[in-house]
Structure formats: C-alpha cells, structure tokens
C-alpha cells in the first residue's frame, strides 16, 4: 500500500468542516484507495468504530440500489438520526447516482447534490465522496454543490512517491518514470509489455470514451488528432489555431479554432491535461496566447505516441510541471522582454510559480553544456531584475550550488525527491 500522506493529511485537515468532502482527479490515480483504505485505517487506528463508517460503493452490484438518491438517503438517515455519536459516510463513484422524480413536487427531479446537501446538514455526519468520470468532474462539483464543499484534488504519484514505493536505484526508478509515469495500478505490473499495454489501454478505452461520452462527441477521429498533436508539444507554446492549422493540413477539409478549442477544454475537464498561461513578468498581464499544455500523467502522454518520441527535454519540463501542480503552486509561463541594445525581443522563464506572497523563478534544463545553452538559460532569470528566488533545474549536475548571480543551480532528481528543496 503505498502511503500517500499528502492526500491523506487535506483529508485529515478538512474533517468535520461542515463541508461534503469531494475527491477529485483524473481516473485510476488512487483516489478510491485514499478514501476506502488510507484514510478508513487512519480512523480505525484513532479509534472510530468500524460500524460508524458507511461505506457505499455505486460500481458495485451489492450497493446498485443506492443509485437512486432517496434510497441512499433514508439508507443514511436511519443510521444516523436516531443516535449521538459520529458518522463517516463514504460514496465511491457517486456519478453512477441517478435523478428520480420528485415524489412531493410534480415536474420536478430529485438528485444526488440535492440529497448530499441535506445529509451534510446533519451535525453527527461527515460525508466524503469520489468521483471523476464522464458524468462528474471538477466544474459539476462547484456548480452543483454551491460552495458546500472541499475538494481534495489527487494526482498520479510523484516521482518521490513512485521512488519511494519501488525501492532501489533513484536514477533507474526515474527512466522508468519518464516513460511510463506515475498511476499507483502499473506498481502491479512485471515488465515493460504490461506497462504499454495497460497505458495504450487505459488511454483508449478509459479517458477518450469518457470524453466522447460526457460531450456527445460525434468526430471522434479529430479528438484524437488533437490529443496526438497536444502529446507532440508537450512543452512548447501553441495555441488552437496552429493546431487547426496543423489538422487541416492533414485532413484536408474545414476545421473550425472554436472546435478545437472546445475538444481541447474537455480534455483539461478530464484532467488528461493542463494549460500552463504566458505571463509578462514586467507588465503584470497575462497574453491570450499562445500558451502551452502539459499531460497529467507523462506515461500517458508516452502512450499515445506509441512510446516512439521519448525527448527528454521535454518530459522532464512536463514532469517538473506536474510537481509543482502537486505541490501546490500556481504556474505560469513567464515572458520578459529583453530590449538591451535597442532590441524588443520576448524570452521564456519556463515556470513563473506562486503560492501565497511566494514567488520562484524555475528555468528547466536537461543538459547546460555548451556556452551558447548557458547563456540562453542563465539570461531570461536575469532579465527579471527582482529579489524573487531563481532555480535552475538541470539533470547533468551532480547537486545543488549557487552561482555568483544568486541563480540556485539544482539537480532534478535532487529537486523531486525533496518538497522543501529551494521550492
């Protein structure tokens, strides 16, 4: 089992808010593990009672009946509303809850949110819930709950919780990272043909029919000539018009930019990928584009290239950028503008991240070694003439040093395996 104490911990900190507590992130990233056995443990161990824990599993045919809202609810209600003591209600996949009439209001339907929301009234009950399929993802919870809720995001293990659940060599645990990613299932697997298969797999038959089905997408061929252009620029600045540009090119018929822009915004729904926005670091605004996008999941992104382009540059940029995400920043990608000698010229600081009052240049590098890469480098961090932290994050150095511009050079395995690292 591997302990996620990240996730466990915004559990631990959100109990008894008065809040529904809602699981989020992209399928098979341990999320129903989190709540039925990580965090289930946790309370037997502080001495909850086994039968205070209401545990509802809609995927399963033994609990199918409390699909329907109504029956759920009485289900809960009878337990808890004649005694004192404290409930732990758990639904895993409540997407597969359905909307009845409304047996008191004719025309009107009765839904999960609606029954959650009077459960969650109750003073002696905490309820948690999962879910993140076609049918429930972030933006339902936030409409649907109006504000009663607290969301706990989880995310494909990390390279620290990856290394720490494989043992053995740090350097051979992150190649096999780089290719494959971080969900908790391929810890099961025996080799690399288990590894592809389940990837290309889980792509295919998981994410992409959860999307065609949430959206009713009807042109199934250009989501995926989409999502095949996205897994090539991992890391480089795009935007829907070149990208229909590029399919029209291929496919030789119309192609309207709001088409695209709408299949890539339910991927970013999915949680298949994240847009990272450009940032004037100067003018304080942010541009409309071009901006770029990162995969969740690195193995996935690999897997619907058919593992063929393994540019480590760019992996490790994405993978950077998922540490961050999970760390809890926001990022950007920062621009500033360059106009020494008369020139007008936009260069990249790769990562602009934030949380709170704290702010941390990041320039991703997997090799520095020749003069020319130094200096394009070292330049953009210099450019930004402020007291902000500046890390440079390189794979060919063998630890961390600061130069003489206060610019912290820091090796990347270094810099995954320890959160508090000059972050």
Not at 15 to 22: A, F, R, T
Not at 89 to 111: A, H, K, M, R
Not at 199 to 227: A, G, P
Request: include cysteine.
């Amino acid at each position: 089992m591997i302990q996620r104490d990240l996730y466990l911990q915004k559990i631990i900190d959100y109990m008894w808010d008065g809040q529904i507590k809602v699981i989020t992130g992209i399928r098979r990233a341990g999320k129903s593990t989190l709540l039925f056995d990580l965090f289930y443990d946790y309370l037997l161990k502080k001495g909850v009672n086994a039968e205070n824990i209401i545990k509802l599993q809609l995927d399963k045919r033994k609990d199918s009946k409390y699909r329907n809202p109504i029956v759920l609810t009485e289900f809960v209600e009878n337990q808890v509303s004649k005694s004192n003591e404290k409930f732990y209600l758990f639904i895993d996949e409540i997407q597969f809850c359905y909307s009845v009439p409304d047996p008191d209001n004719e025309g009107y339907e009765i839904t999960v949110y609606d029954m959650l929301n009077e459960l969650k009234d109750y003073k002696n009950l905490d309820v948690y819930v999962t879910g993140s399929n076609s049918k429930m993802l972030s933006k339902d919870i936030s409409t649907e709950f109006r504000g009663r809720s607290s969301q706990i995001h989880v995310y494909p293990l990390s390279f620290s919780e990856f290394n720490e659940a494989v043992g053995g060599d740090k350097r051979d645990n992150f190649d096999r990272y780089m290719i494959y990613g971080g969900l908790p299932y391929l810890l099961h697997l025996k080799n690399e043909e288990q590894y592809k298969q389940y990837l290309t797999n889980l792509f295919d038959e998981v994410y992409i029919k959860d999307i065609v089905e949430r959206n009713k997408i009807e042109r199934t061929d250009i989501l995926e000539d989409i999502l095949n252009v996205l897994s090539t620029f991992i890391s480089s600045l795009t935007n829907p018009h070149n990208i229909t540009n590029t399919l029209k090119s291929v496919k030789k018929e119309k192609l309207s930019s709001n088409t695209v822009s709408d299949y890539i915004g339910f991927c970013e729904d999915a949680f298949l990928i994240s847009e990272a926005q450009r940032y004037d670091v100067k003018g304080k605004h942010y541009f409309d584009y071009p901006n770029k996008y990162y995969f969740t999941d690195i193995g996935l992104r690999n897997a619907r290239l058919g593992f063929r382009q393994l540019d480590s540059g760019h992996i490790m940029e994405n993978i950077i950028y998922n540490e961050l995400l999970i760390r809890g920043y926001s990022v950007d990608v920062g621009v500033v503008v360059d106009r020494r000698g008369g020139s007008n010229v936009q260069k990249e600081i790769d990562f602009v991240v934030n949380k709170g009052d704290k702010r941390v240049y990041i320039q991703s590098a997997w090799q520095m070694n020749t003069d020319e890469k130094i200096t394009a480098e070292l330049d953009s961090l210099k450019l930004a003439k402020d007291f902000f932290a500046k890390i440079i994050i390189q794979n060919d150095i063998p630890s961390h040093y600061t130069d003489n511009d206060g610019i912290i050079h820091c090796n990347l395995i270094e810099f995954l395996l320890d959160p508090e690292l000059k972050s």
